[in-house]
């Protein structure tokens, strides 16, 4: 909710002014400015709302169906931000997958959230105090999207010199995302393939268990189901 | 006149938020949910317009059709419980015709 | 010409945003299920027609008029669909419609053991 709030207050002109920029006519720049303001303003609250409410519902197929809403308006957010091609993810993923595979998790479980045993005030205590760590330390951050920040001054300019100087990949974010931030990218596929790994220890479990039940029935000695390690 | 249709396009989303959070059954909030997406893309459209830039109305056809199977998908869900579910072969299986 | 264009476009755009808000504000009011689905679908119908014409009529003959024009078939055809589906299965889920005889009925909030809907009782 801070990071809402910093955000509407101080980023949301910048970024206005940012995709501002973009158009090319004066009149039509200052329209969108404004226009972009307003609407990030609102959908923004709207998101806050939506929030809120996913917290306060007991109901998990009521949670599901916001958290699907949530993300329809989370991709008007990164439409209103021309991010078009993250907006298309974020909604077919969000509004799409998430909501029917949690909806399928929710049939197996329980419908109603478990009742907590005990009380909120440590957790909350916690993740405000994070929260406004956090805040304090966006301060000295520039502001968002202005011309002079050492990344637009600095590394950017590096990053497209040392790629043609030295013949990497043509398309610099290939180039940025496997060799100057390689690291970040060997994080990232670690993450994947042990969830990866997780899921199928759980499928497999499940699967012998029931081929397990049927082998009793049918007295057979192959091992077909391919676990042999 | 986008500014017109463009804040007509945020009160009604406000207003469809303002029942998916409120609305007692889960088929409230599944309609709230539907309205938002048939919104979403009007507000595509009516934002493009405003900012000159009425380019990316392709998403809009993409989120037209997300929100339809999402909401079949959900409602074939809350009927029958499992999405792999065939009426012909339920039909066939309990012997009904 | 672009006078004509632009009063043509306010004629459209001006009464489409009008049955927007109209129906959202009959998807907030409305005491049940059912009717919240009527009022939802005027948003769908005369809303988004009437606004996706007065753009096209913004647009001129150009690319993005024919992209306007199947956004609005897509939602002329498939949100009536949508509706009936989703009154299709309140009806299974036994959600029972307010009639005229329980003009007083109330909305149920579903307890701790509700499931995917609930049962609205008329109170007599």
């Known amino acids: 909710m801070i990071l809402a709030a910093a955000e509407r207050a101080g980023t949301v002109e910048h970024a206005a002014g940012a995709a501002a920029a973009v158009q090319k006519d004066p009149a039509m720049a200052a329209v969108t400015a404004n226009a972009e303001t307003f609407v ?3 959908l923004l ?63 197996l479980t329980d419908s109603v959230e478990y009742p907590r045993p005990r009380s909120v005030a440590i957790p909350l205590f916690v993740s405000l105090v994070v929260g406004a760590a956090l805040a304090w330390g966006t301060i000295g951050l520039p502001a968002f999207g202005i011309a002079d920040a050492p990344i637009h001054t600095h590394v950017a ?13 043509p398309n610099i974010v290939t180039a940025v995302l496997a060799d100057f ?12 393939f042990t969830a990866g790994i997780g899921v199928l220890l759980l499928l497999q479990g499940g699967w012998r268990k029931s081929h397990n039940s049927r082998r009793d029935d049918e007295d057979n000695e192959l091992d077909t189901d391919g676990d042999e390690a | 006149m986008f500014y017109v249709a463009t804040g007509a396009v945020l009160a009604a989303l406000i207003f469809a938020v303002i029942r998916a959070i409120r609305g007692p059954t889960v088929f409230d ?24 830039r009425p380019e990316f109305l392709d998403i809009g056809l993409t989120y037209g059709l997300l929100n339809l199977i999402g909401t079949f998908a959900v409602l074939k869900f809350f009927r029958h419980g499992d999405l792999a579910y065939d009426i012909a072969e339920d039909q066939e299986n309990s012997g009904w015709k | 010409m672009e006078v004509i264009a632009d009063v043509i476009s306010w004629c459209l755009i001006v009464p489409g945003c009008f049955f927007l808000v109209t129906g959202a504000l009959g998807l907030l009011r409305m005491p049940d299920v059912y009717t919240r689905m009527h009022a939802a679908s005027v948003i769908d119908t005369l809303g988004a027609t009437l606004l996706v ?19 609005l078939a897509l939602l002329f055809f498939f949100g009536p669909v949508a509706s009936h589906a989703l009154a299709q299965a309140a009806l299974h889920a036994d959600v029972k419609p307010i009639l005229a005889e329980d003009r007083r009925g109330r909305d149920v909030d579903p307890g701790p053991a509700g499931s995917a809907g609930s049962k609205e009782e008329p109170s007599s």
């Open chain 1, 40 to 42: 990030m303003m609102i």
């Open chain 1, 45 to 107: 609250t709207l998101l806050a709302a939506i929030t809120l409410a996913i917290i306060r519902q007991r109901n998990l197929f009521g949670v599901v169906i916001l958290a699907g809403i949530y993300s329809f308006l989370m991709a008007s957010v990164m439409i209103a931000l021309d991010a078009v091609d993250v907006a298309m993810t974020e909604a077919s993923v969000g509004a799409g997958i998430s909501t029917v595979v949690l909806l399928a998790t929710l049939y």
């Open chain 1, 157 to 169: 300019p590096t990053y497209i010199e040392y790629s043609k100087k030295h013949e990497m990949p």
């Open chain 1, 181 to 192: 931030r390689g690291f970040d990218t060997l994080g990232e596929t670690t993450v994947v």
């Open chain 2, 29 to 52: 909030r599944v309609l709230a949910g539907n309205t938002i997406g048939t919104l979403a893309i009007l507000l595509l459209a009516s934002y493009g317009f405003l900012t000159g």
């Open chain 3, 53 to 71: 014409l007065g753009l096209i009529v913004q647009a001129g003959l150009t690319l993005v008029a024919l992209k306007l024009v199947f956004v």
